[in-house]
């Protein structure tokens, strides 16, 4: 009985032993979840930490941030695609096609990087102008902020022409480069919705010139169907009734790398030439609409010049011509400029060597084109890229 009782006393012990044991086990487990629901915790702060430096910087207001530090990854937003028609439908399959655009994919990159800068300077300027602003202002407002965006570079990345404008209905046409390849494009701002159908006029009659332009289309036909619909609008400034009007003299582009005009034209009115758009060709597609003649000349001061991209060797005898060359292949090579820019750069004293450099054919000069005088003009412009399977517009 005696040995019952102790066996019985030590089973329990054992029992108790075993239970404590289990308490341990049991607490041990305990702290054990709580410190992975720690660790868990710590790692989702490390993760929501990581995703905030991952997310992409926003542009400030107004625009100040390079474009380039907004897509760290170095690729940039694709333009508007819209696919050829008809004979050309096979390329947006082809497999060979496809593989060229693999090889062209940093051209691209490059187009797209300055269809970006556009953009986001397009929006800005729409954003703060208004009736009464100086032109010289709004010309160096646009120009400080391109040059910002698109982290000016000498000759690697800049200003592709003087920003042009006009009074009234205001035209606002930016071009600017990077890595040698240039975006074209230009819109028309009217404070008066009385010239609504003036501005609708040109910028439909772009998009169907973007909508016509193709490999292998004839510049011809593009312009005959954009002189269709442009000149199929009217427009009534106080009280009288005008038909919009294509001008027939100003033309849309090729684009060639350090050439923002490079050979062949987009005409807007029918007639043209019967020259075939070509694959890998880059395009502005530009058009004016006007309540006058349809037909401007030079006139008026000049201050938009550019060095003739053909002009070989031609000797200088003025030291003082021979040395503003010298700064134009610099700072512009190819590509126009103005007389501010000249300034920018500390030139001065200029204007006789700059006569002596254009008569000597070295540098072309582009004074101001006028409608006849009271008449209104409204210009839209894109860049498209005729890549191997599709259009893609800047």
């Not at 990087?113 to 602003?133: C, T």
């Not at 072309?364 to 409608?371: F, G, H, I, K, T």
Request: hydrophobic letters at 35%; glycine letters at 6%; a neutral charge.
């Amino acid at each position: 009985m005696a040995n019952e009782t102790e066996d019985a006393q030590v089973s329990l012990e054992e029992k108790g032993t075993v239970e404590l044991e289990n308490g341990v086990e049991d607490a041990v487990n305990g702290l054990s979840l709580t410190q992975k629901e720690e660790e868990v915790a710590k790692k989702k702060k490390k993760k929501n930490k990581s995703k905030k430096k991952k997310e992409l910087p926003e542009q400030t207001d107004p625009p100040t941030i390079p474009v380039v530090d907004l897509f760290p990854s170095g690729e940039f937003p694709q333009g508007e695609i819209q696919q050829y028609k008809d004979d050309n439908l096979w390329r947006t399959t082809s497999e060979e096609k496809r593989e060229l655009e693999r090889l062209d994919k940093p051209m691209y990159n490059s187009l797209r990087q300055a269809a970006e800068v556009h953009r986001q300077v397009r929006k800005y300027i729409r954003s703060i102008l208004k009736p009464g602003m100086l032109m010289i202002d709004l010309c160096e407002t646009l120009e400080n902020t391109l040059r910002k965006l698109i982290s000016e570079n000498g000759l690697q990345a800049g200003i592709a022409f003087p920003t042009g404008c006009s009074l009234n209905c205001i035209q606002m046409d930016i071009k600017h480069m990077i890595r040698r390849y240039i975006v074209d494009c230009a819109f028309t701002v009217a404070f008066n919705p009385m010239f609504d159908p003036l501005l609708e006029a040109s910028r439909e009659a772009t998009n169907t010139g973007i909508k016509e332009a193709g490999v292998d289309v004839r510049l011809c036909d593009v312009g005959a169907a954009i002189q269709e619909v442009m000149e199929s609008y009217e427009v009534e400034i106080n009280g009288k009734v005008f038909q919009v009007k294509s001008i027939r003299n100003l033309n849309g582009h090729s684009i060639g790398r350090y050439q923002i005009h490079a050979g062949k034209s987009v005409p807007i009115v029918k007639g043209g030439e019967q020259t075939k758009m070509d694959e890998g060709e880059l395009y502005a597609i530009e058009t004016f609409g006007s309540t006058g003649k349809g037909f401007v000349r030079e006139d008026l001061e000049c201050s938009h010049y550019m060095k003739n991209f053909d002009a070989g060797h031609i000797p200088l005898r003025l030291p003082r011509a021979k040395q503003l060359l010298a700064t134009i292949n610099k700072h512009f090579s190819t590509l126009p400029f103005c007389r501010r820019y000249l300034d920018r750069v500390g030139e001065t004293k200029y204007l006789m060597a700059l006569k002596n450099l254009c008569d000597a054919g070295l540098v072309q000069p582009y004074p101001p084109l006028c409608d006849s005088k009271g008449s209104y003009v409204s210009q839209f412009e894109h860049t498209i890229l005729l890549r191997p399977t599709c259009k893609e517009q800047s």
